[in-house]
């Protein structure tokens, strides 16, 4: 079957650093995705993974491992502005599977 | 913008109904996307068409269908709508219909649809 889990709320203060985790089990596997959803709008796309290690684009990094069926994502340098959803997808074959997603809050 | 356009932005309607919404992917993009988000729920995959031919279906009723025009923008149809049916859907487009891992979904600003 397909499982994805990720923590559903975390808070954090404005110029710190949070990590938000993905644990995944599906059929296949060929990349997992984060993306940024601010409430009531499109998600926008963040980072791909698709091979092990960390992938990082300025104040966001990713991290995946295959073996361990996890992922996570840094954000560095907090801002308000990073307060929003950040889902985690895993590609099986054609299909993006999400998580729930994860509610971030950032506090001054 | 992602450049992926899609209408209408709001939608209000009665049980019953039937709706059509609107989907027009990124300039270059063959594949197109379907999702359902519901409140505080995740992003439900629908459907997907890759060059005007049905790909990949996902938790999609019977009630609801799809199709990609030559064009390829897409139309996504619901009937006999239910008061279950309010929701945001949202159209997703990449170029290449996931045959690369690389593909990325690029998502649009979303229909919200309201049945009353």
């Known amino acids: 079957g397909q499982n994805i889990d990720q923590p559903t709320e975390m808070t954090a203060t404005e110029g710190a650093i949070v990590q938000i985790n993905c644990t995944y089990q599906t059929s296949g596997f060929n990349g997992l995705f984060w993306y940024q959803q601010h409430a009531g709008e499109a998600p926008t796309f963040l980072s791909y993974n698709v091979l092990d290690g960390l992938e990082e684009k300025g104040r966001f990094s990713s991290f995946l491992s295959r073996s361990k069926g996890y992922s996570y994502l840094l954000l560095k340098e907090l801002q308000m502005k990073d307060s929003a959803s950040y889902l985690c997808?895993?590609?099986?074959?054609?299909?993006?599977?999400f998580g729930t997603g994860t509610r971030l809050q950032v506090f001054p | 913008d992602s450049g992926v356009t899609q209408t209408p932005k709001h939608l209000i309607t009665a049980t019953g109904q039937r709706v059509t919404l609107r989907c027009s992917p990124r300039?270059?993009?063959?594949?197109v996307y379907w999702y359902q988000q519901s409140l505080d729920q995740g992003l439900q995959f629908l459907i997907q068409?890759?060059?005007?031919?049905?790909?990949a279906k996902g938790n999609i009723l019977e009630r609801f269908s799809a199709q990609q025009f030559p064009d390829l923008h897409s139309e996504l149809n619901l009937s006999s709508l239910e008061l279950g049916d309010s929701a945001l859907y949202f159209c997703?487009?990449?170029?290449?219909?996931?045959?690369?891992?690389?593909?990325?979904?690029?998502f649009g600003p979303g229909t919200r649809l309201t049945v009353l």
């Open positions: 300039s270059g993009d063959l594949s």
């Open positions: 068409y890759y060059n005007g031919e049905e790909r």
């Open positions: 997703a487009s990449s170029a290449s219909g996931g045959a690369l891992s690389t593909d990325t979904q690029y």
């Open positions: 997808a895993v590609r099986e074959a054609d299909k993006l599977i």
